[in-house]
Protein backbone atom coordinates (compact mmCIF):
# COMPACT_ATOMS: atom_id res chain seq x y z
CA UNK A 1 0.00 0.00 0.00
CA UNK A 2 1.06 3.48 -0.88
CA UNK A 3 2.08 5.54 2.07
CA UNK A 4 0.51 8.92 2.22
CA UNK A 5 4.00 10.89 1.88
CA UNK A 6 4.53 8.62 -0.65
CA UNK A 7 1.41 9.86 -2.92
CA UNK A 8 1.63 12.72 -2.40
CA UNK A 9 5.50 12.70 -3.14
CA UNK A 10 4.29 10.74 -6.39
CA UNK A 11 1.43 13.51 -7.00
CA UNK A 12 3.91 16.18 -7.20
CA UNK A 13 6.20 14.60 -9.40
CA UNK A 14 3.91 13.53 -11.85
CA UNK A 15 2.70 17.40 -12.02
CA UNK A 16 6.02 19.12 -12.20
CA UNK A 17 9.08 16.56 -12.85
CA UNK A 18 10.41 16.67 -9.07
CA UNK A 19 9.92 17.21 -5.53
CA UNK A 20 11.65 18.64 -2.73
CA UNK A 21 11.17 16.95 0.65
CA UNK A 22 12.88 18.85 3.77
CA UNK A 23 13.97 16.92 6.48
CA UNK A 24 14.60 13.59 5.48
CA UNK A 25 18.42 13.35 6.72
CA UNK A 26 18.51 14.42 10.30
CA UNK A 27 21.13 17.64 11.18
CA UNK A 28 24.35 14.94 12.84
CA UNK A 29 23.80 12.77 10.22
CA UNK A 30 24.54 15.50 7.31
CA UNK A 31 27.46 16.31 9.61
CA UNK A 32 28.65 12.87 9.53
CA UNK A 33 28.69 12.14 5.94
CA UNK A 34 29.76 15.92 4.90
CA UNK A 35 33.18 15.10 7.13
CA UNK A 36 33.35 11.87 5.81
CA UNK A 37 33.42 12.81 2.14
CA UNK A 38 36.11 15.69 2.64
CA UNK A 39 38.85 12.89 2.91
CA UNK A 40 37.84 11.33 -0.45
CA UNK A 41 37.25 14.40 -2.17
CA UNK A 42 40.42 15.83 -1.35
CA UNK A 43 41.69 12.46 -3.19
CA UNK A 44 39.22 13.48 -6.28
CA UNK A 45 40.68 15.52 -9.35
CA UNK A 46 38.43 18.13 -10.95
CA UNK A 47 36.02 17.12 -13.91
CA UNK A 48 37.36 16.80 -17.32
CA UNK A 49 34.95 18.17 -19.60
CA UNK A 50 31.91 20.82 -19.73
CA UNK A 51 29.67 18.54 -18.38
CA UNK A 52 31.65 17.19 -15.36
CA UNK A 53 32.85 20.21 -14.76
CA UNK A 54 36.19 22.15 -14.84
CA UNK A 55 35.90 23.09 -11.41
CA UNK A 56 33.67 20.08 -9.84
CA UNK A 57 35.07 17.20 -8.45
CA UNK A 58 32.67 14.05 -8.54
CA UNK A 59 33.05 10.71 -6.27
CA UNK A 60 32.98 7.67 -8.24
CA UNK A 61 32.47 4.46 -7.45
CA UNK A 62 31.07 5.93 -3.79
CA UNK A 63 30.47 2.42 -2.38
CA UNK A 64 33.75 1.31 -2.66
CA UNK A 65 34.69 4.45 -0.84
CA UNK A 66 32.24 4.66 1.98
CA UNK A 67 29.90 3.38 4.35
CA UNK A 68 27.80 6.71 4.92
CA UNK A 69 25.82 6.71 1.69
CA UNK A 70 24.28 3.03 2.93
CA UNK A 71 20.99 4.74 4.68
CA UNK A 72 20.03 7.63 1.80
CA UNK A 73 20.61 5.10 -1.32
CA UNK A 74 18.04 2.67 0.69
CA UNK A 75 15.60 5.15 2.47
CA UNK A 76 12.51 3.80 2.70
CA UNK A 77 10.81 6.93 1.30
CA UNK A 78 13.15 6.53 -1.83
CA UNK A 79 12.44 3.28 -2.42
CA UNK A 80 8.81 3.15 -2.32
CA UNK A 81 8.68 6.06 -4.96
CA UNK A 82 10.98 3.79 -6.91
CA UNK A 83 8.86 0.66 -6.58
CA UNK A 84 5.83 3.08 -7.96
CA UNK A 85 7.97 4.00 -11.07
CA UNK A 86 10.48 1.49 -11.45
CA UNK A 87 9.15 -1.63 -10.52
CA UNK A 88 12.65 -3.70 -10.37
CA UNK A 89 15.61 -0.99 -10.37
CA UNK A 90 19.42 -1.13 -9.27
CA UNK A 91 21.74 2.24 -8.57
CA UNK A 92 22.93 3.36 -11.63
CA UNK A 93 25.37 6.51 -11.48
CA UNK A 94 25.70 7.41 -7.49
CA UNK A 95 27.90 10.52 -7.25
CA UNK A 96 29.37 12.66 -4.89
CA UNK A 97 29.31 16.30 -6.57
CA UNK A 98 31.40 18.73 -4.89
CA UNK A 99 30.48 22.01 -6.88
CA UNK A 100 33.64 24.49 -6.68
CA UNK A 101 34.07 28.12 -6.86
CA UNK A 102 33.82 29.97 -10.30
CA UNK A 103 31.92 26.58 -12.13
CA UNK A 104 29.72 27.26 -14.16
CA UNK A 105 26.48 26.47 -15.19
CA UNK A 106 26.12 22.61 -16.39
CA UNK A 107 24.45 21.81 -19.62
CA UNK A 108 20.70 21.37 -19.33
CA UNK A 109 19.91 17.61 -19.96
CA UNK A 110 17.97 14.79 -18.86
CA UNK A 111 19.45 11.72 -17.01
CA UNK A 112 17.51 9.42 -18.98
CA UNK A 113 19.09 10.59 -22.18
CA UNK A 114 22.38 8.42 -22.06
CA UNK A 115 19.38 5.02 -23.28
CA UNK A 116 18.43 5.74 -26.89
CA UNK A 117 14.63 5.11 -26.26
CA UNK A 118 12.67 8.07 -27.84
CA UNK A 119 10.31 10.27 -26.27
CA UNK A 120 7.90 10.17 -24.67
CA UNK A 121 8.56 6.94 -22.72
CA UNK A 122 7.47 5.60 -18.86
CA UNK A 123 9.87 6.63 -16.54
CA UNK A 124 13.23 4.50 -16.87
CA UNK A 125 15.45 6.42 -14.36
CA UNK A 126 14.61 8.53 -10.79
CA UNK A 127 16.97 10.32 -8.78
CA UNK A 128 17.62 11.40 -5.69
CA UNK A 129 19.38 14.38 -5.09
CA UNK A 130 21.12 14.42 -1.28
CA UNK A 131 22.11 17.99 -0.74
CA UNK A 132 25.06 18.20 2.02
CA UNK A 133 25.21 22.03 1.90
CA UNK A 134 22.12 24.40 1.74
CA UNK A 135 21.74 24.22 -1.90
CA UNK A 136 21.08 27.99 -3.42
CA UNK A 137 21.19 30.12 -6.51
CA UNK A 138 24.22 31.40 -5.93
CA UNK A 139 26.30 28.47 -4.69
CA UNK A 140 25.15 26.47 -7.80
CA UNK A 141 21.73 24.54 -6.51
CA UNK A 142 20.07 21.79 -9.13
CA UNK A 143 18.83 24.07 -12.48
CA UNK A 144 15.23 22.54 -13.47
CA UNK A 145 12.97 23.29 -16.41
CA UNK A 146 9.33 22.39 -14.66
CA UNK A 147 6.93 20.47 -16.56
CA UNK A 148 9.94 19.09 -18.77
CA UNK A 149 9.54 15.17 -17.83
CA UNK A 150 6.55 15.80 -20.32
CA UNK A 151 8.76 16.80 -23.27
CA UNK A 152 8.78 15.01 -26.73
CA UNK A 153 11.59 15.90 -28.48
CA UNK A 154 11.69 19.77 -27.58
CA UNK A 155 14.48 21.37 -25.73
CA UNK A 156 15.09 23.90 -23.31
CA UNK A 157 15.29 26.82 -25.43
CA UNK A 158 17.43 30.37 -24.36
CA UNK A 159 15.28 32.20 -21.47
CA UNK A 160 13.32 29.09 -20.80
CA UNK A 161 12.15 29.05 -17.37
CA UNK A 162 14.36 27.87 -15.12
CA UNK A 163 14.43 27.57 -11.59
CA UNK A 164 16.90 26.67 -8.85
CA UNK A 165 16.40 23.92 -6.44
CA UNK A 166 17.17 25.90 -3.20
CA UNK A 167 16.71 23.48 -0.06
CA UNK A 168 18.29 23.00 3.55
CA UNK A 169 21.24 20.05 3.85
CA UNK A 170 19.48 17.23 4.80
CA UNK A 171 16.47 17.46 2.32
CA UNK A 172 15.79 15.11 -0.41
CA UNK A 173 15.61 16.46 -4.30
CA UNK A 174 13.84 13.81 -6.28
CA UNK A 175 13.29 14.04 -9.55
CA UNK A 176 12.36 12.25 -13.02
CA UNK A 177 14.40 10.94 -15.45
CA UNK A 178 12.72 12.83 -18.38
CA UNK A 179 13.32 16.30 -16.32
CA UNK A 180 15.77 18.68 -17.78
CA UNK A 181 18.03 19.93 -15.29
CA UNK A 182 21.46 20.28 -14.43
CA UNK A 183 23.84 21.60 -11.87
CA UNK A 184 24.23 25.55 -11.60
CA UNK A 185 26.95 27.89 -11.67
CA UNK A 186 28.74 28.28 -8.54
CA UNK A 187 28.98 32.43 -7.84
CA UNK A 188 29.98 32.14 -4.47
CA UNK A 189 34.04 31.69 -2.37
CA UNK A 190 32.63 27.97 -0.93
CA UNK A 191 31.92 24.78 -2.77
CA UNK A 192 28.77 23.00 -2.80
CA UNK A 193 28.29 19.57 -1.99
CA UNK A 194 25.81 17.23 -2.99
CA UNK A 195 25.49 13.08 -3.39
CA UNK A 196 22.99 12.02 -6.47
CA UNK A 197 21.73 8.67 -6.81
CA UNK A 198 20.87 7.76 -9.82
CA UNK A 199 18.37 4.46 -10.08
CA UNK A 200 17.47 3.32 -13.36
CA UNK A 201 15.18 0.12 -14.49
CA UNK A 202 16.99 -3.22 -13.99
CA UNK A 203 16.65 -4.27 -16.98
CA UNK A 204 18.52 -1.14 -17.98
CA UNK A 205 22.75 -1.29 -18.04
CA UNK A 206 23.50 1.01 -15.14
CA UNK A 207 25.90 4.29 -16.20
CA UNK A 208 28.33 2.66 -13.49
CA UNK A 209 29.43 -0.69 -13.55
CA UNK A 210 29.19 -1.20 -9.47
CA UNK A 211 30.33 -5.10 -10.24
CA UNK A 212 33.92 -3.91 -11.12
CA UNK A 213 33.82 -0.96 -9.18
CA UNK A 214 32.49 -2.06 -5.74
CA UNK A 215 35.38 -5.70 -4.63
CA UNK A 216 32.67 -8.44 -3.59
CA UNK A 217 34.14 -8.22 -0.26
CA UNK A 218 33.03 -4.73 0.58
CA UNK A 219 29.54 -6.17 -1.21
CA UNK A 220 29.71 -9.31 1.03
CA UNK A 221 29.57 -6.82 4.65
CA UNK A 222 26.73 -4.56 2.81
CA UNK A 223 22.48 -4.91 3.50
CA UNK A 224 21.15 -7.69 1.30
CA UNK A 225 18.80 -4.70 -0.23
CA UNK A 226 21.91 -2.45 -1.14
CA UNK A 227 23.38 -5.66 -2.88
CA UNK A 228 20.55 -6.37 -4.65
CA UNK A 229 20.73 -2.66 -5.99
CA UNK A 230 24.58 -2.85 -6.67
CA UNK A 231 23.55 -5.46 -8.85
CA UNK A 232 22.78 -8.85 -7.24
CA UNK A 233 19.93 -9.41 -8.19
CA UNK A 234 17.24 -10.95 -10.70
CA UNK A 235 15.35 -8.88 -12.87
CA UNK A 236 12.12 -11.37 -13.93
CA UNK A 237 12.27 -13.14 -15.40
CA UNK A 238 15.77 -13.82 -15.39
CA UNK A 239 18.20 -10.84 -16.75
CA UNK A 240 20.86 -11.11 -14.52
CA UNK A 241 22.06 -14.37 -14.05
CA UNK A 242 25.05 -15.96 -13.29
CA UNK A 243 25.71 -19.22 -14.28
CA UNK A 244 21.93 -20.08 -14.40
CA UNK A 245 21.90 -18.88 -10.44
CA UNK A 246 20.53 -16.38 -8.69
CA UNK A 247 24.30 -13.95 -8.44
CA UNK A 248 23.52 -13.52 -4.47
CA UNK A 249 24.83 -17.19 -4.87
CA UNK A 250 28.16 -15.51 -5.37
CA UNK A 251 28.25 -13.41 -2.26
CA UNK A 252 28.06 -16.77 0.15
O1 LIG B 1 25.03 18.78 -9.33
C1 LIG B 1 23.85 18.95 -9.65
O2 LIG B 1 23.10 19.72 -9.06
C2 LIG B 1 23.25 18.15 -10.79
C3 LIG B 1 24.27 17.36 -11.55
C4 LIG B 1 23.71 16.62 -12.71
O3 LIG B 1 22.59 16.82 -13.12
C5 LIG B 1 24.53 15.62 -13.38
O4 LIG B 1 25.76 15.60 -13.20
O5 LIG B 1 23.95 14.81 -14.17
Not at 109 to 137: C, K, S
Not at 187 to 199: A, E, K, N, Q, S
Request: charged letters at 20%; hydrophobic letters at 40%; proline letters at 10%.
Amino acid sequence: MTRPETASVIEALDRDGYVIVPDVLAGDEVAGIRAGLQTLLAATPTGRDDFEGHRTRRIYAIFAKTRLLDGPATHPLVLSVLDHYLYDYQLSAPTGIEIGPGEVAQPLHPDDGVYPIPRPHRQLVINVMWPLDAFTEANGATRIVPGSHRWGDERPEPGAPVISAEMPAGSALIYLGTLWHGGGANRTDRPRLGVVMHYAAAWLRPQENHLLAVPRDVVRGLPERLQELLGYNICPPFIGYVDGRHPRRLLR
